[in-house]
Nanobody, 116 residues
Framework: QVQLVESGGGLVQPGGSLRLSCAASGIYSIGAMGWYRQAPGRQRELVATITGAGITNYADSVKGRFTISRDNAKRTVYLQMNSLKPEDTAVYYC???????????WGQGTQVTVSS
């Protein structure tokens, strides 16, 4: 079955860095991959996406601070987060597309807390 295993979340001080990883299994052909986040009391929002060709897209709020990348051989998507701010605090979810059936799958989420 499809599994998306996320890791790398945690507590960090403002200005610090974290790197999230999401490893996919059970998906025959992976297309776009991305990261979304949801803060308490707010809707889930896009953070960054990357296509199979490596084209990236970022939310304005993270441009210049976050970098999304992927390793197709490892079937893994990464999110390098630098210069973290308290407003980046949220549960971060990875999202992966199956190109065969056109369906998107979600990871279980990993908590990122930015606080002094």
């Amino acid at each position: 079955q499809v599994q998306l295993v996320e890791s790398g979340g945690g507590l960090v001080q403002p200005g610090g860095s974290l790197r999230l990883s999401c490893a996919a299994s059970g998906i025959y052909s992976i297309g776009a991959m991305g990261w979304y986040r949801q803060a308490p009391g707010r809707q889930r929002e896009l953070v960054a996406t990357i296509t199979g060709a490596g084209i990236t897209n970022y939310a304005d709020s993270v441009k210049g601070r976050f970098t999304i990348s992927r390793d197709n051989a490892k079937r893994t998507v990464y999110l390098q987060m630098n210069s973290l701010k308290p407003e980046d605090t949220a549960v971060y979810y990875c999202n992966v597309q199956s190109t065969v059936i056109g369906r998107y799958y979600w990871g279980q989420g990993t908590q990122v807390t930015v606080s002094s």
